[in-house]
C-alpha cells in the first residue's frame, strides 16, 4: 500500500477509536496463549560439550557463515529420525528465557540497524502485551531445533511439557496457540500423535500462513540451489545460500515441505527443464521436459549426485536423501490422520496477494540444460501462483480440519504476522478486544467484517483501494430507537503530498460512513484510494 494511503487510513481509524494508544497493563481474564514459529524462526545456540562455552549461531551476522557452517551442519540418522551435527562436540539448543519468548522475538539481539530484519515474532508479542497479555502468566514461546522433523519425538515430549507448565502457570485455564508457518504443521503433527494432551490443555489454535500441503516451488529451488532468509545489504554478512543449501539437504523438515505428491492440486506442481539432446545422427534439439512431484525425485538424486562438503579437511558427500524423503512420506501420512478434538476450536489464517512459487523451471529454449549437475549452479525461473510470496493460498486453506474459519490476508509470508488486520482478527478470536479503560456502559466490541485492497495502473499512474466494514457492538441502547431512524453520518479526508523534486506526488482520499444503530451493532464502512505517480 502507499505510504500516503496507509497513513490515511490509519488516522480514520484512530478517530473512528479503533486503535487505541497502548496502555501498559495487565488483563487477569485473559487466557493463556502459546506462540509457535516456523522455520528458522527460533534462536539456536551452540554449546561446547568440552567447555560448556555457549554461542548464539542462530541467527547471527556477524561471522555468521563460518560458525554456521561449523556448528550447524549435520547429517540425518534413519535410525532415530534425527539430525546430528557434523561436530561431535557441539550441542544444539534453543535458549528459553522469558518463558520461550526470547528465542522467538527478535532472532539476533545484537543487531542494532536494520533490526526489523530479523524480527520474528517481535511485532506479535508487542501488540499482545499492549492487550493486556503477561510474559510467563498468559503469554509463552514455544522455540524448536527446526533443522528436525516436525514428528521427532523428543520436539514433541518437549511441547507436552510446556502445554503442562503453561496450564499451571495460568491456574489451570487452557491455552489458545498461534503457530506460523511450519509451526502449523508441527502443532497437527502433535494433534496427530498426542490428541489426548492436546484436548486437556487447549482451548483453540490460530495456525497462519501455514503450508499444510507444502511449500512446491520454494523447497524445490532450496533443495537445489538453496536459499537467503535475509536480503538487501545485510545479506553480504549473512550465511551463503550454498552453505545454507548444505544444511537442508540433511534437514527432515524441509523434504516435509516438499508439495505433497497425494494433493488434488488445482494445477499439480511441475519441475520443468529445458533440456538439449542429441539424437543418432549427432543433431541437437531442444525440447521442454516436465516432471510431477513424484517424477521430480530422480531429478534431484541425479542433480546433487555428486554434492560434496570439506568439513575439517574431509570431502563428504551429501546427496538428496532417499531415506530422509521416506521419513518425510510417513509424517505426511500422520498428518493426513490428525483431527482437532470437538472442545479445541481451530482457526486458519492464509496470505493472498503475492506471487508465490508454484512450479519451478531450469534453462531456457536458448540456454538449455545439458547435464543436470548443472542445475545447482543454475538460477531457477518461478511459476507462480497466488499466496504469500512462499506458500500457495491453494496450500495454506487446505488443512484438512473441521474449522471455525479461514480467513484470507494479503500479506507476505513473514510480514503477516505484523499485519494489524491479522491482529485484529486474532484478538478477536482470542476474545481479547475489550478495553477494561472503558466504563462498561460505553463499552464497544469491533468485528471486522470485510478488508479489500487492491492495487492496479491507469494511464501511468499507481492507484491503491482500500475497503474495510466493520460492526461495532455496543452494549448500550440508549437512543437506538431514535438513532435507527436518522441517516448514515459520512466524513471525509483527503491528503496529498509532492516530492522535492516536483516529479513525484501522491494524493488519498477516504471517506468513513457510519450507519445507524440497529440490534445493538453499528455498521462503518471505510473506503480510501491513493493515486501516485513517480518520476
Known amino acids: ?37 516456523g522455520v528458522a ?8 560439550k568440552k567447555t560448556g562455552r555457549t554461542e548464539r549461531v542462530w541467527v547471527r ?83 524448536y531445533d527446526f533443522r528436525q522433523s516436525n514428528r521427532l519425538q523428543e520436539t514433541m515430549e518437549c511441547f507436552a511439557q510446556k502445554l503442562e507448565s503453561i496450564h499451571t502457570a495460568s491456574g489451570g485455564k487452557k491455552i489458545n496457540i498461534i503457530s506460523h508457518s511450519m509451526g502449523g504443521l508441527l502443532v497437527k503433527c502433535f494433534v496427530a ?7 486437556k490443555y487447549v482451548k483453540s489454535w490460530i495456525a497462519i500462513a501455514a503450508p499444510f500441503q507444502g511449500a512446491p516451488g520454494y523447497i524445490t529451488s532450496s533443495l537445489l540451489n538453496g536459499t537467503s532468509f535475509v536480503h538487501g545489504w545485510e545479506e553480504r554478512f549473512f550465511i551463503s545460500k550454498w552453505s545454507m543449501h548444505q544444511l537442508l539437504i540433511e534437514c527432515p523438515s524441509i523434504y516435509e515441505l516438499m508439495g505433497c505428491p497425494d494433493f488434488q492440486w488445482e494445477h499439480a506442481p511441475v519441475l520443468e527443464i529445458w533440456k538439449e539432446k542429441s539424437n543418432s545422427n549427432g543433431e541437437s534439439t531442444v525440447i521442454l521436459e516436465s516432471y510431477s512431484p513424484l517424477e521430480a525425485v530422480s531429478v534431484y538424486e541425479r542433480a546433487l549426485s555428486n554434492n560434496k562438503v570439506n568439513y575439517n579437511g574431509e570431502k563428504i558427500s ?50 538449455p540444460i545439458s547435464d543436470l ?20 493460498t491453494e496450500s495454506a486453506k487446505a488443512d484438512g480440519l473441521n474449522a471455525e474459519a479461514r480467513v484470507g490476508v494479503p500479506g507476505d509470508h513473514r510480514g503477516i504476522i505484523c499485519d494489524r488486520h491479522v491482529f485484529r482478527v ?23 467484517t470485510a478488508f479489500d485492497i487492491k492495487r492496479h495502473q491507469e494511464k501511468g499512474l499507481d492507484v491503491t483501494s482500500v475497503r474495510e466494514e466493520w460492526e461495532i457492538v455496543s452494549e448500550s441502547q440508549d437512543g437506538e430507537e431514535n438513532a435507527a431512524r436518522g441517516k448514515p453520518k459520512v466524513g471525509s479526508i483527503s491528503v496529498s503530498h509532492v516530492g522535492g523534486d516536483k516529479a513525484t506526488w ?30
Open 506 to 535: 501522491e494524493e488519498a482520499h477516504a471517506t468513513v460512513i457510519v450507519h445507524p444503530k440497529s440490534e445493538g451493532k453499528q455498521h462503518v464502512e471505510l473506503n480510501a484510494m491513493s493515486v501516485s505517480a513517480r518520476a
Open 373 to 392: 549437475q548443472q542445475l545447482p549452479f543454475i538460477q531457477s525461473k518461478y511459476i507462480s501462483v497466488d499466496g504469500d510470496g512462499t506458500v500457495p
Open 426 to 448: 486474532v484478538k478477536h478470536w482470542l476474545r481479547a478486544d475489550h478495553d477494561p479503560y472503558y466504563n462498561p456502559i460505553n463499552d464497544y466490541v469491533i468485528l471486522p
Open 41 to 48: 524462526g527460533s534462536i539456536l545456540n551452540a554449546v561446547d
Open 318 to 367: 551429501l546427496p538428496f536423501n532417499l531415506e530422509l524423503l521416506k521419513w518425510a512420506n510417513e509424517t505426511r501420512e500422520i498428518l493426513c490422520h490428525a483431527k482437532v478434538p470437538d472442545n479445541v476450536k481451530f482457526y486458519n489464517i492464509y496470505g493472498t496477494n503475492y506471487e508465490t512459487p508454484h512450479s519451478v523451471c531450469y534453462g531456457s529454449q536458448n540456454a
Open 61 to 143: 551476522i556477524l561471522g555468521a557463515d563460518h560458525e554456521f557452517c561449523d556448528k550447524l551442519w549435520c547429517r540425518f540418522d534413519p535410525s532415530t529420525g534425527k539430525t546430528a551435527n557434523l561436530d561431535p562436540d557441539t550441542i544444539i539448543e534453543v535458549p528459553e528465557d522469558r518463558y520461550g519468548l526470547y528465542a522467538i522475538d527478535n532472532l539476533d539481539p545484537d543487531m542494532i540497524i536494520g533490526s526489523d530484519c530479523v524480527y520474528y515474532f517481535h511485532d506479535m508479542i508487542a501488540e499482545m502485551l499492549s492487550w493486556g497479555y503477561q510474559e510467563g502468566k498468559t503469554l509463552f514461546g514455544f522455540g
Open 1 to 37: 500500500m502507499a505510504m500516503l494511503l496507509e497513513e490515511l487510513v490509519k488516522s480514520m481509524e484512530m478517530w473512528l477509536k479503533l486503535i487505541k494508544k497502548p496502555q501498559e497493563y495487565i488483563d487477569p481474564t485473559l487466557d493463556p496463549v502459546l506462540l509457535v514459529p
Open 193 to 199: 500423535l498426542h490428541s489426548d494432551i492436546f484436548e
